[in-house]
Antibody, heavy 120, light 109 residues
């Protein structure tokens, strides 16, 4: 059974960089599939942040592209999210996820989510 | 404003059927067979219910079905049960990005 677990600071100051890591168990990232991040502001809907293929190719939401970096570390079987210059609007529950094997068309496995608050 | 349009809320009584619509454009819903639906209970992560318009993942009840006509996709839940009460989100792949609907709150009366 594939499991994903997000980790990182729950509080980030405005203008700083949000950094989260997703540890994967039950499957080796280097074997394939697309991986990525989705966020959900409190009381609001879902927003796709970006996706990464196991080889390292990345795909980002155009609205966040200038501030987002997603990377993969196959040696640790984990992938990461960095979001720079954060503001209060970036306060959200951040989910890491595994997409389909042939494209980031749908999300089959989700992490439990981690709340990140942007505040001084 | 979400890229895909869903009704804010729908309701139904146990045993009834309900349908949630998801309207996009010819560039997303209408242009690709990559529409998916997610169920989210309060405080929980979303769960995949339908992928590629009408496919059900293993373990999802056959009471859930999906379809598409033109630029509008639909999720139908038949034999409504109390545990179906949740938020439902549609999603579509379009031109290298993923877009979501604003979500629909399903209330089981």
């Amino acid at each position: 059974q594939v499991q994903l677990q997000e980790s990182g600071p729950g509080l980030v100051k405005p203008s700083e960089t949000l950094s989260l890591t997703c540890a994967v168990s039950g499957y080796s990232i280097s074997s394939g599939y697309y991986w990525g991040w989705i966020r959900q502001p409190p009381g609001k809907g879902l927003e796709w942040i970006g996706s990464i293929y196991h080889s390292g190719s990345t795909y980002y939401n155009p609205s966040l592209k200038s501030r987002v970096t997603i990377s993969v570390d196959t040696s640790k079987n984990q992938f990461s999210l960095k979001l720079s210059s954060v503001t209060a609007a970036d306060t959200a529950v951040y989910y890491c996820a595994r997409f389909a094997s042939y494209g980031y068309y749908y999300i089959y496995y989700w992490g439990q989510g981690t709340l990140v608050t942007v505040s001084s | 404003q979400s890229a895909l349009t869903q009704p804010a809320s729908v309701s139904g009584s146990p045993g009834q059927s309900i349908t949630i619509s998801c309207t996009g454009t010819s560039s997303d819903v209408g242009g690709y067979n990559y529409v998916s639906w997610y169920q989210q209970h309060p405080g929980k992560a979303p769960k995949l219910m339908i992928y590629e318009v009408s496919n059900r993942p293993s373990g999802v009840s056959n009471r859930f079905s999906g379809s598409k006509s033109g630029n509008t996709a639909s999720l139908t839940i038949s034999g409504l049960q109390a545990e179906d009460e949740a938020d439902y989100y549609c999603s579509s792949y379009t031109s290298s990005i993923v877009v979501f609907g604003g979500g629909t709150k399903l209330t089981v009366l």
